[in-house]
């Protein structure tokens, strides 16, 4: 039996780990030396945020399970489910008048829109994988429909048809009354139309592994052989069948597809499987709060994330609470960058590393940067900057760091740009700056004047104190007032960042410029 890391298996408890522990017993239960864990995607639509993340938390689980028990093999299958049918067409894709002409012929057949690849599912195919590949992730990519052609289904799919009643019986009481009328969880793909046919099976021919059904495109019985490819199984039938043809021990799923899990389940027991490890993830919303549509198009790409931050912002957003929903929208990106930022600035101070997001993102060794700055506190020194030119905003960001590493001021550098980006995007347009009244003219001034008497430079955590003292003179009923005045004041917004951290980047000369630009509105 392969040994177990037992005192990382009894300390480690975040979520990764948890999972990574019923992976544990089930090699000792089933006896394996080797470890599959799955990901499925379906590439009816380009791939959107929701897939990577997927992806990104079943890679995390094998991590942590590597982490457990070292000596067994595990690796991670990314499953295109691409002989599906087109079902609708994509509203963000182009030539959708064309694509018309394609409706339930296998995706693998259904010409790439965009003119790049050899179909639509190629090239959604292809920029899943340039998604996962940017991020370094190590996987296996399988082919639903080199599967099937192939023949590595053939021995799963003469199962089906072996036990195809019980799976019948498994699989109707789950469907409406006039859907079990028509109901198969074998289809054919018309040797005329090519297009997978949802139609009963009228007969089931055990000695060649064949079904007899109705050919719509003919009106004729035809008998089709269901190997090689002529046949695709209902995707609950295909999932069952699938995870017994390729050995999956571990596949996490949406809490929409908790019920299909389960009839799946028990499709894979009946032709002699065990059914994988599972986590029932919530699902990602949009800015709406509605559920993210490859179709749609909705909510956020990869791409248009990374726009704005970097990788690691969104592996981090992705750890948290699979089991809380999650919204995808340009808004939550500075809060989980700024997260992220906090994490690691403090990893070293944190008794429990093993348990930090930073640990499981980085697979166990996080960049090592020193005293990296918050994105939230970027945006404002952008906006305070008036500037486009990171190098710009480098200037005041070299003078802030300590003794920086060249690997932080790189990160620096890049998350520099992102501020830039995301500030002209999202947040200058926002700002509504707020004249001040007679208090807080007076406020500012006595503000000023403080600033004026320091000499040389000062911490962060000194002029935090000044603003506070001030604050207590002139709202000394309630002083959060006094720094959302601040904010409203110099940064046109509801919030911000730590005003005494704000000072000591920006510097105290350019504050005090900063508080005169506002004071003048009134003066």
């Avoid at 489910?81 to 409706?103: A, F, I």
């Amino acid at each position: 039996m392969m040994e177990v890391n037992n005192e990382l298996y009894n300390n480690a408890k975040s979520w990764p780990f948890e999972e990574a522990k019923k992976l544990v017993s089930r090699v000792k239960r089933l006896n394996k030396n080797e470890v599959i864990l799955e990901t499925g995607y379906g590439p009816s639509g380009l791939p959107h945020i929701g897939t990577f993340g997927e992806v990104l938390r079943t890679t995390l689980v094998m991590n942590a399970f590597r982490k457990l028990m070292p000596e067994v093999k595990s690796k991670l299958y990314v499953f295109s489910d691409d002989s599906d049918g087109l079902r609708k067409v994509p509203t963000n894709v182009p030539n959708q008048e064309m694509l018309m002409n394609y409706l339930e012929m296998p995706l693998t057949s259904v010409p790439d829109p965009f003119d790049k690849y050899e179909s639509f599912a190629h090239h959604n195919n292809a920029m899943l994988m340039r998604f996962l590949d940017s991020f370094h992730f190590e996987y296996e990519f399988k082919s639903s429909t080199e599967m099937y052609k192939s023949g590595v289904f053939n021995s799963c799919l003469k199962n089906i048809l072996e036990h195809f009643e019980e799976i019948m019986n498994i699989m109707l009481p789950s469907l409406r009354a006039e859907r079990q009328k028509t109901y198969s969880p074998i289809l054919p793909i018309s040797p005329v139309s090519h297009k997978v046919l949802q139609v009963p099976v009228e007969e089931i021919n055990l000695n060649n592994y064949s079904i007899v059904y109705t050919n719509p495109d003919t009106n004729k019985k035809e008998e089709i052989s269901v190997l090689n490819g002529n046949c695709k199984l209902q995707w609950k039938a295909d999932w069952g069948m699938r995870w017994v043809a390729l050995g999956i021990d571990y596949e996490m799923n949406g809490k929409d597809l908790i019920d299909s899990f389960k009839l799946s389940s028990k499709i894979c027991k009946v032709i002699g499987g065990t059914p994988p490890e599972n986590l029932t993830y919530e699902l990602f919303l949009d800015e709406e709060g509605r559920k993210i549509s490859k179709s749609k198009g909705n909510g956020l790409s990869i791409d248009e994330w990374l726009k704005y931050a970097p990788e690691e912002s969104l592996a981090y957003y992705m750890f948290q609470a699979p089991k809380r929903a999650k919204k995808l929208y340009f808004d939550v990106i500075p809060s989980a960058m700024d997260s992220y930022i906090d994490e690691i600035n403090n990893y070293n101070n944190n008794t429990n590393k093993l348990d930090t997001t930073v640990f499981h993102i980085h697979n166990g060794n996080p960049p090592k940067y020193n005293g990296i700055l918050k994105f939230s506190l970027l945006l404002n020194l952008v906006q305070a900057c008036n500037t486009n030119d990171e190098n710009i905003l480098m200037q005041f960001i070299s003078k802030y760091l300590h003794n920086p590493s060249n690997d932080t001021i790189d990160f620096m550098k890049k998350l520099a740009r992102y501020a830039i980006a995301y500030y002209n995007d999202f947040v200058s347009n926002t700002r509504h700056f707020e004249i001040p009244n007679e208090t807080q003219v007076d406020a500012l001034i006595s503000l000023k004047e403080s600033l004026n008497k320091i000499n040389g430079n000062v911490e962060s955590d000194v002029l935090q104190n000044i603003i506070f003292e001030i604050g207590k003179k002139y709202y000394p009923n309630n002083i959060k007032e006094w720094f959302i005045s601040l904010y409203k004041i110099l940064f046109g917004a509801n919030s911000g960042p730590k005003m005494g951290s704000f000072i000591s980047l920006y510097g105290i000369e350019n504050t005090i410029k900063l508080i005169d630009s506002k004071i003048e509105r009134v003066q």
